[in-house]
């Protein structure tokens, strides 16, 4: 009996040992997955993607039930509103060629607003919380690749953590900390952008923290929030949220604006995955890959 | 060949706790965290009733669906499988000293629940993952979890019970009747 005591408890050490072990190796930031992982995330996401279909069917017919309450005066509003955007169509377009015409004058033909779309639908959500994950079937065989930015038709939701073959996982961002920064503009009437990070994410208050690079500058709320494409990874002028408030950091040295974000992070179904076109400077990829 | 009926239920579960969320309306969800601990309520039940005092089948199973989960659904790889195993051997260590009946069943899922959600905040909250401190925890993410959970446990039990009992009887009781 003393025998097999001393057996549990050195079972259950090496077991403790082995937790440690593996959590050191895989805390810190990896880009890659190894192959063991790729081909398991591969294989449970294909049965993901059979269980998704049926799912997803049920609880949109639920929804749709429901926004069916509102089709009459939902229909009054945008009728009013669809006239306003007759005229922005057109305004839009003319406002394109000439870009495009003053572009080609310029012989410039790159630019980092540019990019290449990848439709994806969201086919699991991360039981565990902690990790703000949902997974998109789509992959590297598809052309995802780590760190592309991903969005919805409102705006950004979060940048692709890690891809395998056929799946990729992608970090929400509620999950966004110091590590995973995004360069922003504050687009201001009249006047010149503001510049600044996402630093963060403020759970108490769902909203992105951004930090302001200048100090001066008098926010009121209700500016809309664009990434710049400075960082070198994401493309330009992705709509990531609007400013609810602002405040003075805690060493009064720059300002904090709470961001709420523009896309609905916890029920967005299809998503589309951002390949920025213009090439990535080589340090900065590095660079930002680390961060 | 019911030899792999057990992991494939498993595996489908697995499947299921990705999908798990979508069926919540977020109206009723709220704050609350809530985490589908599926994998670990049917292990238990196949603590209970499948495995005998001499077999530890649940417990490598709960190692290999641990990790399965660590890989598929965090980051941080070795978490679930340690807690899980864990846990699970303190289920089965517990069953014989309690008679098995439907409300020890019952008792001992809120035991593995609760045991395992706690452990894996802390382990989550040392390296960082987590953010939440305790008291917010445990009120917004333990006890909506151990509700959720006895919720499918109740769904489950029959369902699964009957099946456990049909296997371990084929499986374990033949053997030895040949033997």
């Known amino acids: ?14 077991g403790f040992i082995i937790l440690v072990g593996l959590i050191g190796l895989t805390l810190r930031d990896r880009e890659e997955l190894s192959t063991v992982e790729e081909f398991l ?3 449970v996401g294909w049965l993901q993607n059979v269980v998704h279909i049926p799912v997803e069917f049920s609880t949109s017919l639920i929804s749709n039930i429901e926004d069916m309450k509102n089709v009459y005066e939902e229909n009054q509003v945008l009728k009013s509103r669809l006239g306003q955007y007759k005229n922005l169509l057109y305004e839009v377009q003319e406002l394109k060629q000439d870009n495009e015409e003053l572009r080609n004058v310029l012989d410039k033909t790159e630019s980092i607003t540019d990019y290449q779309p990848i439709q994806a639908s969201v086919i699991a959500r991360s039981p565990e919380p902690a990790f703000h994950q949902v997974k998109i079937s789509k992959g590297k065989q598809h052309g995802v690749e780590s760190n592309m930015a991903v969005i919805t038709g409102n705006g950004m939701i979060g940048k692709v953590q890690s891809a395998a073959q056929f799946t990729s996982t992608v970090l929400l961002l509620s999950g966004f900390d110091r590590s995973n920064r995004i360069s922003v503009d504050v687009a201001i009437e009249d006047k010149k952008n503001v510049s600044g990070f996402i630093v963060g994410f403020d759970e108490e208050s769902e909203s ?3 930090e302001l690079n200048t100090y001066d500058v008098k926010l009121d709320g209700g500016e809309l929030v664009v990434s710049s494409g400075m960082g070198g990874v994401f493309p330009r002028s992705l709509e990531i949220g609007t400013i609810e408030e602002v405040t003075p950091d805690k060493y009064g040295l720059t300002q904090i604006a709470h961001v709420t974000p523009s896309a609905n992070l916890s029920n967005s179904d299809h998503v589309i995955v951002v390949n920025r076109l213009a090439l990535q400077p080589e340090d900065e990829i590095t660079q930002e890959g680390e961060e | 060949m019911q ?3 057990l992991p494939l239920l498993l595996l489908v579960l697995l499947v299921l ?12 969800i709220g704050d609350w965290i809530v985490v589908p601990h599926w994998l670990l309520v049917l292990l238990v039940l196949v603590t209970i009733f499948y495995d005998k005092e001499n077999t530890y089948n649940s417990i490598i199973h709960a190692i290999i669906f641990g990790l399965l989960i660590d890989i598929v659904y965090t980051n941080v790889l070795g978490v679930y499988m340690f807690i899980y195993a864990i846990t699970i051997y303190s289920i089965h260590e517990l069953k014989k000293i309690l008679h098995t009946n439907y409300f020890v069943a019952l008792l001992m899922t809120i035991i593995a629940v609760g045991i395992a959600d706690i452990g894996i905040y802390f382990i989550y909250f040392f390296i960082g993952a987590i953010e939440l401190f305790w008291k917010e925890y445990l009120m917004i993410r333990l006890i909506p979890t151990l509700i959720a959970n006895i ?3 109740l769904i489950c039990y029959p369902f699964v019970k009957r099946k456990l009992v049909k296997w371990t009887i084929e499986r374990f009781d033949r053997e030895n009747g040949i033997k």
């Open chain 1, 1 to 14: 009996m003393y025998f097999f005591r001393k057996k549990r408890l050195f079972v259950i050490l090496i």
């Open chain 1, 41 to 43: 995330q591969d294989t």
């Open chain 1, 208 to 210: 992105l923290l951004l």
């Open chain 2, 3 to 5: 030899k792999f009926y």
């Open chain 2, 17 to 28: 706790e990705g999908v798990a969320l979508d069926f919540l309306p977020i109206s009723l």
């Open chain 2, 151 to 153: 919720l499918f446990f």
